[in-house]
Every structure is written in structure tokens, then in C-alpha cells.
């Protein structure tokens, strides 16, 4: 997920959209790979499929403040601690310019929340495991930014306009972050053996849930699966989960060696032929359980969110009398 678009095998299967359905106008700017903008008209089914995709992408950001700025107050010091308040303060601000994005398809943000609160809607399954050392952090900026850079670049390229703008700001964050994570591991799995060993076990446990970030299989065999040959018709996404998943591998592995650690999986190797790293299939049993609601953080990850968003009413509440208020005084002063 985490800018991805799919579901569990036992949701209910969505109707491809009849193309006649589609305006002349939407064919056409997606014939000539152009920008959908909001007052543009467009089928239904596109702004669904845009809604879902960028309220779960808002969300996951919101949501994955919580893993990392669980080690704020324990940063080994205080440059660490200074580089992860930035981190975590750029994510709120994904989530921000994302439900923003979302809000120009008519909906509101309020009702995104809700949604999410009452898990009609989702986020990453990443978000789901909890950080238990400090190199957790390291392999979450490493692996799993790493992991949403691959997947986020291309939608850049995105038909809809507000949403690839606001991914090019996303992504050049993210990069920092990516690298953050690398350092972080890097310095560990050159100390002392016990920081090698922590950085090691942190890339063992994150490695997997990592690659399930690019969503079950969807090529070859299995290319009606899912959202993406409608999601790639409307270029709303440019490549397959399995295509992003093999472009993640490729560019980890040598980053891997760099490092010092290994990844988690015997099978990795180059594979002259193919021009790519081979690499074990994923068992996408545990994506499909911890999508469900049945992760080793699901219900904390939720009850946090649902009771910060409680907590802040009265901020939101004293901000609205404000502008009602600023409102009332320019109407008196136009009058």
C-alpha cells in the first residue's frame, strides 16, 4: 500500500468500468498522457478509484507518526533526536497536501477521518509491526521508505493533477528519509557486534513486510487481479505491483552489501539472464491477516489515532469559531 491500491481476496470484486462511460474529453486527456484537473469531467469509477487510493495514502502517513516518533524521546542522541522530529513532522505534512489532493474530488476530510476511525478505509499494512529497538527506525527509513520511494516516483506521473504535484514534494522528502535510514544502519552495523546484531535482526524482521508493501501479484498469471490494469488503463498507476516489487529488490540488494547486513533470503541472487536479482516468492498470507485487523499493532495503531483525534476536538472546534468569527467581522465591515 502506502500509495499502492489493492484489497483482500475476499473483498467483495469490483465491475470493470464500461469505457462508454467514459467523456470524450477524459478519453482524450488520458489518450495523450495529460493531467486530469478537478473541474474536468471524469467517470465515476476514476474519482472512486482516486479517493480510495489517496485517503489510504493520507492515512498511512498520518498513521506512520506513530512507530517512529515512538523512539522521539529515546534517540540515542540529540542530533538523532533533532533529524526523527523532522522525519516525523514531514509526514504529517504528506498526510496534509494528500487529503488536500483528495478534497478537490468533492470529498471532505472530515469524512476521510471518519471513515478511517471506523475502518471503513485503510492504511499501510507496514505501520501494523511495532519498532522495538532503536534500528527499527533505521530499517523503517531504509527498507520501507525505500520501499514508498519506488512506488511513489511513478506517480508523479500520475493522471490526476493535484496528486502527482503533490507527490513531487512527497517523494524528494522521502529521499531523505530513505537515506536518514540508511545512515542510521550503517553506523550500527559498523559498531560494536551488539549494534551489528541489533541492525541485523531490525532488517530481518522488516524485510518481508517490506516487499508485501507493493501489493500481491498482479502480472503474468495474474494480471486481472485487483485494481491495476484498470488503475494503469486510466494512468492513474505506470507499472505493476510485481514490476515495482523487482525494481525494490534490484536496488536493495547492492545497498545490502554496502551496509554489511543480509537480507533474509537464500534465494537472492543476480541472475544474468533476466537482468535482475531472482529472489523467493512472497507468502502474502500475513498482508491479507494484518489488512484484516489482525497484526501485532492494529488495534494500538488505531485506538492512538482515534484517541488523539479526540483529544484534539477542542483545537479543531476553537479553530473553526475563529474563522466563523474573522468571517462575521468582514461581512459587518463589507455591510
Request: hydrophobic letters at 40%; charged letters at 25%.
Amino acid at each position: 500500500m502506502y500509495g499502492n491500491d489493492f484489497t483482500t481476496p475476499d473483498a467483495r470484486p469490483r465491475p470493470t468500468p464500461d469505457a462508454g462511460d467514459e467523456p470524450a474529453t477524459f478519453r482524450a486527456i488520458i489518450g495523450d498522457d495529460g493531467r486530469v484537473e478537478p473541474r474536468d469531467e471524469m467517470p465515476e469509477g476514476y474519482r472512486k478509484t482516486l479517493v480510495r487510493q489517496i485517503a489510504q495514502h493520507a492515512h498511512s502517513e498520518i498513521i506512520g507518526m506513530q512507530p517512529e516518533g515512538n523512539w522521539i524521546s529515546r534517540a540515542p542522541s540529540l542530533r538523532r533526536k533533532a533529524i526523527l522530529m523532522a522525519k516525523v513532522q514531514d509526514e504529517a505534512g504528506h498526510g496534509l497536501y494528500l487529503y488536500a489532493a483528495a478534497e478537490t474530488l468533492g470529498v471532505d476530510r472530515a469524512d476521510l477521518l471518519d471513515a478511517l476511525h471506523e475502518g471503513r478505509q485503510k492504511y499501510s499494512s507496514i505501520f501494523n509491526y511495532p519498532t522495538l529497538t532503536w534500528a527499527d527506525v533505521g530499517a523503517i527509513g531504509w527498507l520501507v521508505d525505500g520501499a514508498a520511494i519506488v512506488n511513489q516516483v511513478p506517480l508523479c506521473r500520475c493522471s490526476y493533477g493535484p496528486y502527482a504535484r503533490a507527490m513531487v514534494r512527497v517523494c524528494k522528502e522521502e529521499s531523505f528519509h530513505q537515506r536518514q535510514g540508511f545512515e542510521i544502519l550503517h553506523t550500527l552495523s559498523h559498531g560494536s557486534a551488539a549494534q551489528k546484531a541489533m541492525a541485523q535482526d531490525a532488517v530481518n524482521r522488516y524485510w518481508w513486510p517490506s516487499l508485501m508493501m507493493f501489493g500481491p501479484a498482479d502480472s503474468g498469471a495474474d494480471d486481472s487481479r485487483g485494481h491495476t490494469a484498470q488503475s494503469m488503463a486510466w494512468g492513474i498507476k505506470r507499472f505493476s505491483n510485481d514490476d515495482l516489487r523487482q525494481r525494490f529488490v534490484d536496488m536493495t540488494v547492492p545497498q545490502s552489501e554496502a551496509l554489511g547486513l543480509t537480507l533474509p533470503d537464500d534465494a537472492i541472487a543476480w541472475n544474468e539472464e533476466r537482468g535482475h536479482y531472482d529472489f523467493s516468492p512472497v507468502d502474502f498470507t500475513e498482508l491479507f491477516e494484518v489488512i484484516r485487523g489482525n497484526g501485532p499493532c492494529n488495534a494500538e495503531r488505531m485506538a492512538h489515532r482515534v484517541g488523539a483525534h479526540e483529544d484534539g476536538a477542542w483545537v479543531r472546534e476553537a479553530a473553526a469559531a475563529y474563522a466563523a468569527k474573522q468571517q462575521a467581522r468582514r461581512e459587518e465591515g463589507a455591510a
